[in-house]
């Protein structure tokens, strides 16, 4: 027994001040970061990346190799090296096959390996590189290693994914082309049930599906004039447009063809008080205001049920007629709020008394708005007037709201 412990106890020794001088290292960092000025901050994060993580993701690779080959893992009762990473180190699935992968390949790169450990070269390009040999062959890797390294140290991971795929496929074109048909087997694209006023979608495009939605969208996402929008939400909004010209195929004057179906009563569409919501097919419920805006122009929206047939009984003239539509464009050219240009092909013919209040639908009645400035003024409470020719704007918390009329 006694032979046995005094190994063991000098091992625990030499973990236990390995640890703590990894901990005070990180408590030093730590209380750098806390007092850094601006200036050193930036040098400071590039070392906690190239001087920590990177290399303790080099040494935590040649410890994985080890337990791998030892098959330790199985002592604590996982099933897999794998497993055992995602349960013991709170790796997600994806992240513990790529440290394996990483920890098997590493040990025939030996140049990748050593830039790895130095902090020459990061996690991410380490990872490519891997995959690279797991693909085409370690030896293979490593004959091009050299160059490869030296293109990983001139391209960012995003950049490098191309340099390592072309090697790949100058290696083995055919094993390129079978993994790209894998790839696009594994295309999918889920629009999900309408909740809480949202559509979840997500998916993964091919390729060239990814390069081509990326170019449409380019056309839409021009940010205007004090645009506030995120990046995330110009997208959003790109791909709405991008669907609303497509749909509409080709102008012919009356604007697009209605593609959106409204379920409403006529005390929604009044915007009368406890009126029930609207119904819009493939959008679940939406606010009165909403349905008013989407019914607003009838070239976008065809209103179904009850309110569709008392309107046609009531409002004979609602749909904006071609000639009408010519000659509102001609006159608007452009969405009318103030400092918007928005082009007429972005803008919904916008009835500033509201149709089913008696607004006629003719030239003096009518407004060129695009979307986000159409929707500001029926949800978000801006008020749109044409006085002299000139459209004037007031914002919500500048606007009179009436008191009762007894007052
Ligand atoms: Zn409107
Ligand atoms: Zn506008």
């Known amino acids: ?69 030892s098959g330790e893992y199985a002592a604590d009762g996982a099933l897999s090296l794998i497993a055992w990473l995602k349960w013991k180190c709170k790796l997600s699935g994806a992240a513990a096959v790529e440290r394996v992968e990483i920890a098997r390949q590493l040990d025939q790169l030996p140049k990748t390996e050593a830039a790895f450990a130095s902090g020459d070269l990061g996690y991410e390009h380490v990872a490519l590189m891997a995959r690279a040999a ?65 559509v979840r979608i997500d998916g993964l495009l091919d390729a060239e599906g990814g390069a081509t939605v990326r170019s449409a969208l380019q056309a839409f996402m021009k940010p205007g004039k004090n645009d506030t929008r995120s990046h995330g939400q110009r997208q959003h909004d790109a791909l709405i447009e ?67 047939l008392e309107h046609e009984l009531n409002h004979a003239t609602r749909t904006i007629p071609p000639s009408t539509r010519r000659a509102l464009e001609a006159r608007d050219q452009h969405c009318v709020f103030p400092g918007c240009d928005r082009p007429l092909s972005w803008c919904d013919g916008h009835h500033l008394v ?11 009645n009518l407004a060129l708005l695009c979307r986000g400035h159409h929707r500001m003024v029926h949800e978000e409470g801006w008020a749109l007037e044409r006085k002299d020719g000139r459209f004037k704007v007031t914002p919500p918390s500048r606007r009179v709201i009436p008191s009762s009329r007894s007052a």
């Open 134 to 198: 797991q693909h085409v062959g370690a030896a293979a890797v490593r004959q091009a290693e050299s160059t490869l390294l030296q293109a990983a140290r001139t391209h960012d991971p995003g950049q490098f994914i191309s340099v390592a795929k072309n090697f790949e496929h100058r290696i083995d074109g055919e094993g390129a082309l079978n993994e790209a048909n894998r790839a696009h087997a594994r295309r999918y694209l889920h629009l999900g049930e309408p909740q809480d006023g949202m």
């Open 354 to 364: 509201w149709w089913i209040k008696g607004g006629p639908t003719t030239l003096p």
């Open 242 to 308: 991008l669907c609303r010209h497509r749909a509409g195929g080709k102008r012919d004057g009356a604007g697009p063809r209605p593609q959106l179906i409204i379920r409403a009563s006529s005390d929604t569409l009044a915007g009368i008080r406890g009126a029930p919501a609207g119904e819009l097919e493939g959008g679940g419920t939406v606010p009165a205001a909403t349905v008013q805006r989407i019914a607003c122009d009838t070239a976008i929206a065809r209103i179904t049920g009850q309110g569709e």
């Open 1 to 69: 027994m006694a032979v046995v412990e005094v190994p063991r106890k000098a091992q625990t020794v030499r973990f236990e001040a390995a640890l703590e001088m990894m901990r005070s290292g990180v408590r030093a960092f730590a209380a750098w970061v806390e007092q850094a000025d601006d200036e050193s901050l930036g040098e400071g994060l590039i070392q906690i990346r190239e001087s920590g993580i990177d290399p303790l993701e080099a040494v935590f690779a040649s410890g994985v190799r080890r337990f791998d080959k």
